[in-house]
């Protein structure tokens, strides 16, 4: 399964760079995510629960960082195993651009399935994935910009922790 997309943050270049090699970020991003630990130069471990469709399971898996051009690209590896549910592996190549003020993050990703969840067929796990990188991004957005305006909420008060920890 292939797929690309770009999305606007209200920051410049660095700080969204900066967000996509900090381990907590990532945690707080990746939907399911119970644990993430390591640093760029040496890979990512992360755990990650859950559903598609039927099959509900627990991947255990590494993320490498690649052809680093800061602050302007990378590419970003990964594999997950999850027992009888089968696996996921995928490679995405992202790219940063500043543009009026902001940041444009535009990625093409290439994803592969295996086992149960290659069972469940590709319009399942293709709705999967595209649901899984707009949450991400969404939620990356969220923790580099802060809430808006509209969404200021006890909730709300978690996100922009990047920005506030790095201001």
């Known amino acids: 399964m292939k797929m690309s997309d770009e999305r606007r943050i209200e920051a410049d270049r660095e700080t969204v760079w900066a967000a996509l090699m900090r381990p907590e970020v990532l945690k707080e991003c990746v939907p399911g995510a119970q644990e993430v630990s390591g640093s760029p130069d040496s890979g990512f471990e992360a755990t990650v629960t859950q559903k598609v469709g039927p099959v509900k399971a627990t991947f255990n898996g590494r993320v490498v960082m690649s052809e680093m051009v800061e602050p302007e690209s990378l590419v970003i590896s990964g594999e997950g195993k999850g027992g009888a549910a089968g696996f996921a592996k995928g490679e995405a190549s992202v790219h940063l651009k500043e543009e009026d003020g902001g940041t444009v993050l535009s990625y093409d ?16 796990v293709d709705g999967f994935a595209k649901k899984m990188a707009d949450q991400f991004f969404t939620r990356l957005e969220e923790v580099i910009e802060g809430p808006s305006e509209e969404d200021e909420t006890e909730e709300s008060e978690k996100k922009g922790w990047l920005k506030r920890l790095i201001s």
């Open 109 to 124: 990703v290439e994803a592969k399935v295996g086992g149960k969840l290659a069972q469940l067929g590709s319009r399942i």
